[in-house]
Structures are given as structure tokens and as C-alpha cells.
């Protein structure tokens, strides 16, 4: 999955009271009488486009992800300023995809159901499916978000990092609701995609080392350096590495095992094993045991999914249902 401080507190709502069968709150089936078929039409754009182009499963994950970590699930990400000065101009965001996949399902969606399905919900939904068709859990997501009608370049600087810490990761998270075993599992996003050399550059080249310089991170293993290194010269910052050395295709636990064995490619995933709090949870799904007692990283990525799709929701008379996912109504 496959890229800031007290501003974070400020920036998304605790969940709450996001997930209710209440009128004006989250639901299942929420567009099951006003648009029947707004999840199965999601579902058939997914799946043909990624027929044409796999790479945009990860992708469209990734897209949750920066979506409602600023601002909430909000589809403020998808807004186009023009002067630089939307969210999507961060470059927190830089690389982010699947926007064109997201606004056309939203133009089927308002052929069949005009102004009804949120193009927040489309982003959900989208990434919902991206987990199924790559071979993870099937799940149910709660929908009826409404989408924001504020996006600002610097709401995105509160974004996670490749480079931050594990102690750092932890408190982003935490303020958006999110506690260690949900950071754990949903970094465990990156078992499918890759990465572009650009986000591992200082890891392999200009690490800060405890002596004093500049060089590789010490962490790394010796023949996986070599490895990462032939795949990104120095420099390069547009070829691509998979995140999940050996398993880059199939959603499973494989990313997690290569945290444990030393072979996390971006640093912020390597961070994961070096905290007390998120080490614990990493071992606990990397055992061979676990699919048979537990925990089960499938069911549990899919309700770390929920939750994080539940981050400061905009619901009832709030916000608004755009007509086109680029721009406010």
C-alpha cells in the first residue's frame, strides 16, 4: 500500500457512531432500493478494467487509503483544483491512481441512478472489490457516505510516510480511530502491488547512520540490499519493486513473514518490527498456526477495512452527492 503531528488531531473525526442500520448513518445495502444494482455496476467496472490492467487492484486500494486518512471517507481525493491547490496536488499523493476507474463507474452509476450513489461510496466499494479480486476476503461494506465539498493540498501533509516511525505511524493512526492491529493489517495491503524505486531511494542511498553519513539502511539484509539495489540504481525513481518480495500477485500473509524475516521493502513496513506494540500483532498472523487457531487475517483485514472506510463519514443532509467525482456540484 504501496506514501505531521498536532494537526493529525484535528483532521479526521472519531469514529463514533459511523456504522448504524439508523436512518442517516452507514449502512449495509444502503442503495438497495434507490440503486439496486450501484455495487454490482462498481463490481463489473473493477473487474474489466483490471482484466485490462491488474496493477489497478493495488492501486484502488491505495486509493482508499489516502482518501480517508484526510478528512474523512469523503472523496475529497478525487477533486481536480487545476491551481495546484486540491488535495490530490500533495505530494503525499504522488502516484496515486485509479481516479478515471472511480469516474466511470460514478458516469454508469448516474445513468442508471442520477445523483443517488456518493462518489465516496464508489471509492469504497471500488476498493472492496480490488481486495476480492486479487484473491482476499469477500466482505460487505457499509454504505451511504456523502461526499466533501472541501479539498485542500496541505489537509494531505498528515498523510502516513514511507519514513516515519513506528511510534509516529501509531499516533496517525490513533487519530483517526484506528488502533496497532488495524496499522498491522492495513499495511498488510502492500501483499499485492509494487512500489515505485522513488519511495526506497533513501533507504538504499542516503540512510542516516548511526556513526554519522550517509548510506544504506543497516537493517536490510546483505543479499537483499544487492537485490533492491540491482532492481533501483541510484537515481532511479520510477521503476518498480514489489512490495511483497516473492508474492506480489496473491493477497496472503506472505508480506507479513517477509516483515519478520528482514525482507520489508519500504521502510515504514520494516518499522512494524521494530515496536513492541505492532511486533506482537505481526508474529501473530505470520505463524503457520493461525489459519487453523487464529487470529484470521482474513476476516480481521476486512474489518480493519470497515473501520477505516467508517473514518469521519459525512451522512444525512451533510455534504453533498456530486454528479461527477472531479468536482464539486
Given amino acids: 500500500m504501496g506514501t505531521a503531528s498536532g494537526a493529525v488531531a484535528l483532521l479526521l473525526v472519531v469514529l463514533g457512531a459511523c456504522v448504524s442500520s439508523s436512518s442517516g448513518q452507514l449502512q449495509v445495502g444502503f442503495y438497495s432500493k434507490s440503486c439496486p444494482s450501484a455495487e454490482s455496476t462498481v463490481a463489473s467496472v473493477v473487474r474489466g478494467t483490471a482484466a485490462a490492467d491488474s496493477t489497478i487492484l493495488p492501486a484502488l486500494l491505495r486509493l ?9 471517507c469523503d472523496a475529497s481525493v478525487l477533486i481536480k483544483g487545476g491551481s495546484n491547490y486540491a488535495e490530490v496536488d500533495n505530494n503525499k499523493h504522488q502516484g ?6 472511480i469516474e466511470n463507474a460514478k458516469a454508469q452509476l448516474e445513468s442508471e441512478c442520477p445523483g443517488v450513489v456518493s462518489c465516496a461510496d464508489v471509492v469504497v466499494l471500488a476498493a472492496r472489490d480490488a481486495v476480492a ?7 460487505d461494506v457499509p454504505t451511504g457516505r ?6 485542500n493540498v496541505r489537509d ?3 498523510l502516513p510516510d514511507v519514513r516515519d516511525s513506528a511510534q509516529v505511524l501509531r499516533s496517525k493512526f490513533r487519530a483517526s480511530g484506528l488502533d496497532d492491529k488495524d496499522l498491522v493489517l492495513l499495511s498488510s495491503a502492500h501483499t499485492v502491488g509494487t512500489t515505485a524505486c522513488f519511495f526506497i531511494q533513501q533507504r538504499l542511498y542516503s540512510f542516516p547512520l548511526p556513526g554519522g553519513g550517509l ?7 546483505d543479499g537483499f540490499l544487492s537485490e533492491l539495489k540491482s532492481r533501483c540504481a541510484p537515481g532511479d525513481s520510477n521503476s518498480r519493486v514489489s512490495l511483497d518480495r516473492g508474492s506480489e500477485s ?3 500473509t506472505s508480506i507479513l513473514r517477509n516483515i519478520r524475516n528482514g525482507f520489508a521493502v519500504i521502510a515504514s513496513d520494516a518499522a512494524l518490527y521494530n515496536d513492541t506494540s505492532t511486533v506482537d500483532v505481526v508474529d501473530s498472523y505470520s ?6 487457531f487464529g487470529p484470521y487475517f482474513r476476516q480481521d483485514f476486512a474489518d480493519s477495512m470497515v473501520k477505516m472506510g467508517s473514518i469521519g463519514v459525512l451522512t444525512g443532509a451533510s455534504g453533498e452527492v456530486r454528479k461527477v467525482c472531479s468536482k464539486f456540484n
Fill in 64 to 72: 482508499q487509503f489516502h482518501d480517508c486518512f484526510v478528512r474523512g
Fill in 96 to 101: 496515486l491512481r485509479g481516479m478515471d476507474v
Fill in 133 to 139: 479480486f486479487t484473491g482476499g476476503p469477500s466482505f
Fill in 146 to 151: 456523502r461526499d466533501g465539498k472541501v479539498s
Fill in 156 to 158: 494531505a501533509d498528515v
Fill in 215 to 221: 548510506g544504506s539502511d543497516p537493517s536490510i539484509p
Fill in 250 to 252: 496473491v493477497f496472503d
Fill in 287 to 292: 505463524g503457520l498456526l493461525s489459519t487453523i
